[in-house]
């Protein structure tokens, strides 16, 4: 079956930097490539998602890229802000609506 | 809409006793999913729905757990008997097709057996 991992675990950065999280898969029949924000104590919520039929996608200062021969998959937010601060999870799916497996997640604080 | 709506946001029952947990996918979503959330072992999938149908429950843990969905507004989650190792946060979602919105999740159920 699929298998996510995802990095750092933790990422502390400075308000107004950049934050990288990066992920791999196994299941090359994967496709869909969502990415979840989780505030804490919160329901984790869909921020960004791509597909394997493209290479990058961007919604204001969030992008995602992914590199399928590698099975590779990253987010990047710029600017970052304190409101960022929250857990993020990479997933893994064949489709958009098939069983999305989850990456261990990455808790990101951001200091103002 | 409502959103995806569970219930109850919080249990506390003694180990043992039988757990039930509730979820109202949004309306016209098509696919259900069970998750269960731990610090040890994340996010991970128990069982899933399409067209109220069970698809997959590898990730079903245990006898001692089940689900059902009677009809495309309802699904539970039960626990029986409950056991200490089952406190987590258990999340519904939902998801409609492949319109490519991904899941919606709820605002999940709490549970502590203690």
């Known amino acids: 079956g699929e298998n996510v991992e995802q990095h750092p675990s933790t990422l502390s950065v400075q308000e107004g930097d950049s934050a990288v999280i990066k992920c791999t898969y196994s299941?090359?029949?994967?496709?869909?490539f969502p990415w979840y924000k989780q505030e804490l104590g919160k329901r984790p919520q869909l921020i960004i998602d791509i597909r394997s039929n493209v290479g990058e996608k961007k919604d204001q200062r969030i992008a995602v890229t992914l590199n399928k021969t590698a099975k590779h998959f990253s987010l990047h937010i710029t600017e970052t802000q304190p409101e960022d601060s929250a857990v993020y999870f990479c997933a893994a799916s064949e489709t958009s609506y098939d069983k999305v497996i989850f990456g261990p997640g990455t808790s990101l604080s951001v200091i103002p | 809409d409502a959103g995806v709506i569970q219930s109850p946001r919080h249990e506390v029952t003694e180990m043992g006793q039988e757990v039930t947990l509730r979820c109202k996918p949004i309306s016209g979503h098509n696919s259900l999913f069970w998750y269960r959330q731990t610090m040890m072992r994340g996010l991970e999938l128990l069982i899933y729905?399409?067209?109220?149908?069970?698809?997959?429950d590898s990730g079903m843990p245990e006898d001692r757990f089940s689900a059902k969905m009677p009809n495309a507004s309802f699904s539970t989650l039960k626990i029986q008997p409950s056991e200490p190792r089952d406190s987590a946060v258990y999340f519904c979602?939902?998801?409609?097709?492949?319109?490519?919105?991904?899941?919606?999740f709820g605002s999940g159920t709490r549970l502590t057996v203690v």
């Open positions: 979602a939902s998801s409609l097709g492949d319109r490519g919105q991904g899941y919606t």
């Open positions: 729905f399409n067209n109220n149908v069970p698809i997959d």
């Open positions: 299941d090359s029949a994967s496709n869909y």
